[in-house]
């Protein structure tokens, strides 16, 4: 009797988890399918939507950096430019630690 009804623990315990992994599989390529969905309109629609925004004035100035968002300066002149820093630029500042009692 007892052995009976861990069988059926564990058969319910299978069939719950295989349900659950199924619904999770369905959601994730639901959602991937959607994700493509909209990236594609994006793509397709994103003239139109530029014009749209222009003639309402919904537009938001561009940086001119690849490197961030900060609008307002060159390329050359962004503080997450890699090409900014060399080791030469870099100074080095003493640290001196001390232990109190």
């Not at 619904?23 to 909209?38: A, E, G, H, I, Q």
């Not at 994103?46 to 919904?58: N, P, T, V, Y």
Request: hydrophobic share 45%; with cysteine.
């Amino acid at each position: 009797m007892d052995l009976e009804i861990i069988v059926w623990i564990l058969v319910a315990t299978v069939l719950a988890q295989g349900g659950l992994s199924l619904w999770f599989v369905n959601w994730v390529l639901w959602r991937n399918k959607s994700l493509t969905d909209l990236i594609v309109w994006k793509q397709v629609n994103g003239e139109k939507l530029d014009i749209l925004a222009s003639r309402f004035r919904i537009s938001t100035p561009k940086p001119l950096c690849d490197w961030c968002d900060t609008v307002g300066h060159k390329k050359e002149d962004c503080p997450s430019n890699p090409d900014n820093y060399h080791i030469d630029q870099v100074e080095v500042k003493p640290i001196t630690l001390t232990l109190e009692d």
